[in-house]
């Protein structure tokens, strides 16, 4: 039973540093430009100038390749560069159980708000599974807005057609935590599982019980 936040019913969450690795981040750009022997400076630059638009749906993920990798001729393939960048995805096995046990005993509606490109979005929902537990994916490259917009926030909550003061936002990114809240959404700044967890605990999402069945879970995984 909710003590707390007996009026949340819903949940929004942010896909990469929370239930995910990120997607394409500068840790994951640097480990390209090591494997197929790129210029940094170079690639980066492109990067910049290109990222906004392409998370915003308005770049493909060809056109994106062209511009920042492909400009020139290379000695491997877009095949080979697109796997490698979906690659850099892992899942945060503890989060994404936990998102799922929260909806299972509460009935909450969980709604993803999250920067990502079209491409990259679409292998991670498909690969990890996480349609078969979110409601909504209000992610940039659908919408064609990105966090720190407020207006994305606001397009989540008409979609989930849920007033702020009954949602709970888990975000790793400070800045989109102040957003969030300055609408009146209750947030939780990631930084691992176990503080997540705990501030859960003590907001009356998760109680002893549930504690338990995760530990008897853990230890028979």
């Not at 896909?15 to 494997?35: C, F, M, P």
């Not at 407020?150 to 935590?177: C, G, K, S």
């Not at 109680?207 to 853990?218: G, S, T």
């Amino acid at each position: 039973m909710m003590k707390k936040t007996s009026a949340i019913t819903c949940l929004f969450v942010d896909i990469g540093g929370v239930l995910l690795t990120n997607g394409w981040d500068h840790l994951a750009r640097r480990r390209a430009v090591a494997k197929f022997k790129l210029d940094w400076a170079e690639m980066e630059e492109r990067h910049r100038l290109t990222f906004e638009i392409h998370e915003e749906g308005k770049l493909t993920f060809e056109e994106y390749l062209s511009l920042v990798v492909f400009y020139k001729k290379r000695p491997f393939t877009r095949a080979q560069f697109r796997r490698f960048m979906c690659e850099q995805s892992k899942p945060f096995v503890d989060m994404i159980g936990m998102v799922a046990q929260l909806k299972a005993r509460h009935g909450l509606k969980i709604v993803v708000v999250s920067n990502e490109s079209f491409e990259l979005n679409a292998y991670r929902i498909r690969t990890f599974k996480l349609d078969g537990f979110v409601d909504a994916f209000i992610s940039s490259c659908f919408v064609h807005l990105r966090k720190p917009d407020v207006n994305i926030f606001r397009l989540a909550l008409d979609i989930a057609q849920t007033e702020p003061h009954r949602v709970l936002y888990i975000e790793n990114t400070p800045m989109f935590v102040q957003i969030a809240e300055g609408l009146g959404i209750r947030s939780i700044l990631h930084t691992d599982y176990k503080s997540t967890h705990a501030q859960l605990l003590t907001l009356g999402l998760l109680n002893e019980e549930a504690l338990n069945e995760e530990a008897l879970m853990h230890a028979n995984a």
